[in-house]
T-cell receptor, first 115, second 112 residues
Framework: AQKVTQAQTEISVVEKEDVTLDCVYE???????LFWYKQPPSGELVFLIR??????QNEISGRYSWNFQKSTSSFNFTITASQVVDSAVYFC????????????FGKGITLSVRP | SQTIHQWPATLVQPVGSPLSLECTVE??????LYWYRQAAGRGLQLLFY??????ISSEVPQNLSASRPQDRQFILSSKKLLLSDSGFYLC???????????FGQGTRLTVV
């Protein structure tokens, strides 16, 4: 069975600080996808990124960056120079490759960015 | 571009009443469709998923059912709501089972 652990439940930072959201996953499969989603106060989950298990390259998109390390089964998300609009709940998720696979979500991290 | 519509946005229903939440996807064909519930405390639980018309898989035994009468329509139903059915319900779609899912805006259901 798959499992995603987001050990941090709530993080509060001051605007312009950098913040890293941790994600650790468990699976016996060697082929899988990892995802991050953002849930702003409006409730809709917004897709941020997908990585597959074959590609450990880190990715940067503007102020967002992701660090995928298979050796530690981690897929951490860093927001650089945080802004108030980054305040949301962030979910990490795992899906195995193959038919009938399902998204397994972590419990989410509530990020509050104070002005 | 693809869009997903989910309604209503909020709903207050008495215990024992029926439920029907609707979700439609536009701009794509033969999507995989999902219903999730997010109870207080944030965790997302997969309730149902469908890979085609009339094909529904249930993840957890519960008081709810799902149907897919058309390719891009997914309905969540209950004959008699329980207090424990309260929560935030999210519909989602994906192109295949191996790609990211895109979520609707959710329905906040309160059973009183």
């Amino acid at each position: 069975a798959q499992k995603v652990t987001q050990a941090q439940t709530e993080i509060s930072v001051v605007e312009k600080e950098d913040v890293t959201l941790d994600c650790v996953y468990e699976t016996r499969d060697t082929t899988y996808y990892l995802f991050w989603y953002k849930q702003p106060p409006s409730g809709e989950l917004v897709f941020l990124i997908r990585r597959n298990s074959f590609d450990e390259q880190n990715e940067i998109s503007g102020r967002y960056s992701w660090n995928f390390q298979k050796s530690t089964s981690s897929f951490n998300f860093t927001i650089t120079a945080s802004q108030v609009v980054d305040s949301a709940v962030y979910f990490c998720a795992l899906r195995l490759m193959g038919a009938n696979s399902k998204l397994t979500f972590g419990k989410g991290i509530t990020l509050s960015v104070r002005p | 571009s693809q869009t997903i519509h989910q309604w209503p946005a909020t709903l207050v229903q008495p215990v024992g009443s029926p439920l029907s939440l609707e979700c439609t996807v536009e701009g794509t064909s033969n999507p995989n469709l999902y219903w999730y519930r997010q109870a207080a405390g944030r965790g997302l639980q997969l309730l149902f998923y469908s890979v085609g018309i009339g094909q529904i898989s249930s993840e957890v035994p519960q008081n709810l059912s799902a149907s897919r009468p058309q390719d891009r329509q997914f309905i969540l139903s209950s004959k008699k709501l329980l207090l424990s059915d309260s929560g935030f319900y999210l519909c989602a779609w994906s192109r295949t089972e191996n790609t990211e899912a895109f979520f609707g805006q959710g329905t906040r259901l309160t059973v009183v």
